[in-house]
Every structure is written in C-alpha cells, then in structure tokens.
C-alpha cells in the first residue's frame, strides 16, 4: 500500500518507434533519426543502433563510423506530435491527474488507488490500453516519488514494467550507476567519478555539506534524489498556445536597424523560453504598429524547432514582408505558436554541434543568472533608444 503513488510513462525510442509504426520494412533494423548531413546530429536511435554505442546527442557523423550500416532519417515533427497527441488523450481519459513531461514522458498520481483498484494493476491495464490503440511501445516505473518512478522506467525498458514497492526505494537506487539519477548530466558525472563516487549508494552517504561545497545547491538535491527523497508534486498538464513579447516605444521611430536588433533580441529571449520549458514552436507572427495605431502582422509556419538561430532569421525574414509603409512605427513584436512539447536537443534535425554546445552554455548562464544575463552581439540596442516592455497575453 503506498501512502502516495506517482507512476512514470515514457514511450520507447519514440521518435524511432513511430517511423517503424509508419513503415513495418524499418523494424529490426539499426536507425538514426536526425540531421542527414555529416554535421547533423543524432535526435533518436533504435536500440540496433545503441549496440554499436550509438546515443542520441551524438554527431551524425560519429554515429555513423561505429555504425554504418544505419539507415539515416531526417524526422517528421508533424508525425511525432500527432501520435504524442494520441497517446496524450488515452492518458487524459483514464488518469485522475497526470502532468505532461515532454512529447513522449508523463507522470500521474495514482495516491489513495491502492484501496480501490489496485495501482499497478491499474497501471499495467493502461499501458496496455496506450499499446492496444496507438500502436506504440510504452514502459513505466511505479514508485513513491518521480525520481525512483523515473529511474524504474529506465531498468524496465524496453517496453516493460518496473514495480518498486513502498519502503524498498533506497534498495533498488543503491547499485545502480549515478548516471542514472535524472538531472545528472556529463559534468556533474564526470565530477563524481572523479570523487570516485560510481554507485548510487555511495552518493547516499555522503554529507550533504560536502555535496554543497562541491556542487552548490543542486548538491542537497544529488544527496535527495540518492536518497529517494523527491516531494516534487505533479502538475497538472495545461497546453500553452503560444508565447510572445512585445516592445512599444517611448518615441515613435523609423531607426530599421534598432527594431531589427531588438526583434532578434526578444527572438532569442523566446527561443530559451522554448527550451526552459520543453517546448517547440511551428509558427512564428512578426506585429508592427504604426503611430497611427494601424496594426499589421506577418505570419509563417515552420518545422517544429527551438533552434535561436532559425527562429531569429524567420523573424527578420517576415518583418521585412510585414513593414511596407515606412511611416513611424509604435510598437513591434513576436509570437510562436503551434507549441508542442520536446527537447531542442532532440529535433535540430539540421544543427551542429558547435551550435548546440553554443545555446547550451547560454542557457545555462540564463538559468542562473537570469534571462537578460547574456545576448548575441545581433540582439544588442544602443543606449539612447529608449522603449518600455509590453507584457505579453496569456499563452493558454
């Protein structure tokens, strides 16, 4: 009996998986999804292709070397977000609260089912169901918190179950790698390798003090989570729309330059905004206002990214269609929309590597210092213009 439930789904190979559902002759076979050039990188990869070492994240071009004999595809986002759709809405009509993670993982409280259903019967009844009628395979952990709930699904797949009953949580954590811990990234598992910290146990009995010292506060969080300790809540899904900022100047300008530096500023400010919460964008409206408050806008509709860079220049390329008056303008702005959620990391079917390390280290100086912290050298105003913020309306 658990005093609170949290179960964790997450589809297998998603973006792979769907490709095969779309064509049968790919099962069984090793299969890269990402950019098709040498410079692309490696968004998803079927577990033929893992066994060579493949792993998403990595160079197309590597990739290729330890495997290669791979079939290369380059992704269909439109695909991807209908079958998360599908599976969302099966999920929605059974779970009594679930919060949407990414385009492809959820979590759902299932505290106080124990008594009437059963909760791993009652998880195991709707995975299948998930299976049964979108096609898909799907695994799931079940646990007392997310973390333990998230690392289960890890050691269940492919396409499996993982039960960790109340009380055994710090048991079945203590042998398994600290790679393992979700929210442990390349530096921090470099850092604790060098420490000679490998297993989750041994991470669970250092002093929190010491983690501190070592990580900052994200230590006492590495020290929970070896722990089992994880009181993060679950949050209901809601689908934000769009996202958008504006600026209305203090004086009306026809400075082209200045507004073209500031919508590529508020361009990459919403593009982290993507990427901090999961999401991606497929249409992007540019607005002007003139200082006869005659509005105008210019709208467009693109494959599913994050990607600053692409973004950026949509931007530019629509103001310059939307801007045919020349007369003073007021007000700018911009919007995406079409919004679903995903990784950047993950769907810049066309991106380098350098770039992807490039908006990485940016956002993780956002992150911690805040969204203004740092721009490109493209985003920046001189200091005689003066304008005011425009809040944006609400997303949903």
């Not at 004999?69 to 759709?85: E, F, L, N, P």
């Not at 985003?379 to 809040?391: F, I, R, S, T």
Request: glycine share 8%; with cysteine; net charge positive.
């Amino acid at each position: 009996m658990y005093d609170r439930a949290i179960l964790h789904l997450d589809l297998d190979s998603f973006f792979v998986s769907v490709e095969c559902l779309k064509n049968s002759s790919l099962l069984g076979k090793p299969l890269l999804i990402g950019g098709t050039s040498n410079r692309g990188v490696v968004a998803s990869c079927s577990y033929e292709a893992r066994r060579f070492g493949v792993h998403s994240a990595m160079p197309m071009k590597m990739a290729l070397r330890l495997c290669p004999q791979a079939t290369i595809i380059k992704g269909d986002m439109d695909s991807y977000s209908k079958y998360s759709g599908i599976v969302t809405d099966i999920i929605a009509e059974d779970a009594p609260v679930y919060e949407k993670a990414s385009i492809d993982e959820f979590y759902l409280d299932l505290t106080g089912m124990d008594k009437h259903f059963g909760c791993f019967k009652w998880s195991s009844e709707l995975r299948q169901k998930v299976i049964r009628e979108s096609g898909l395979p799907i695994s799931f952990g079940l646990s007392v918190n997310k973390t333990v709930s998230k690392v289960g699904t890890g050691e269940a797949k492919p396409n499996g179950t993982k039960h960790v009953p109340n009380g055994t949580e710090k048991l079945f954590l203590a042998p398994l790698p600290v790679a393992k811990i979700p929210g442990v990234g390349d530096q921090t598992h470099k850092k604790l390798n060098f420490m000679g910290v490998r297993t989750i146990e041994t991470l669970s009995q250092i002093p929190i003090r010491l983690l501190e010292r070592e990580f900052g506060k994200p230590g006492r969080t590495l020290w929970e989570k070896a722990n089992a300790i994880d009181t993060t809540p679950i949050v209901p899904y809601h689908e934000q729309k769009s996202m958008s900022k504006e600026r209305t100047f203090m004086e009306d300008t026809l400075d082209v330059t200045m507004m073209k530096h500031l919508l590529l500023d508020m361009a990459d400010k919403l593009s982290f905004e993507l990427r901090a919460s999961g999401k991606l964008a497929s249409t992007i409206t540019v607005k002007i206002r003139y200082a006869d408050f005659n509005t105008f806008t210019k709208q467009k509709n693109i494959s599913y990214t994050a990607n600053d860079r692409l973004l950026g220049q949509h931007v530019l390329d629509l103001f310059d269609k939307v801007y045919e008056r020349r007369q003073l303008i007021r007000l700018i702005g911009v919007k995406y929309s079409g919004l679903v959620q995903g990784s950047y990391q993950i769907n810049l079917f066309d991106d380098t590597m350098e770039h992807i390390h490039l908006m990485q280290q940016m956002d993780r100086i956002r992150r911690r210092f805040g969204a203004d912290s740092i721009m490109r050298a493209s985003g920046l105003v001189k200091a005689k213009v003066l304008y005011q913020p425009h809040l944006p309306p609400d997303g949903g």
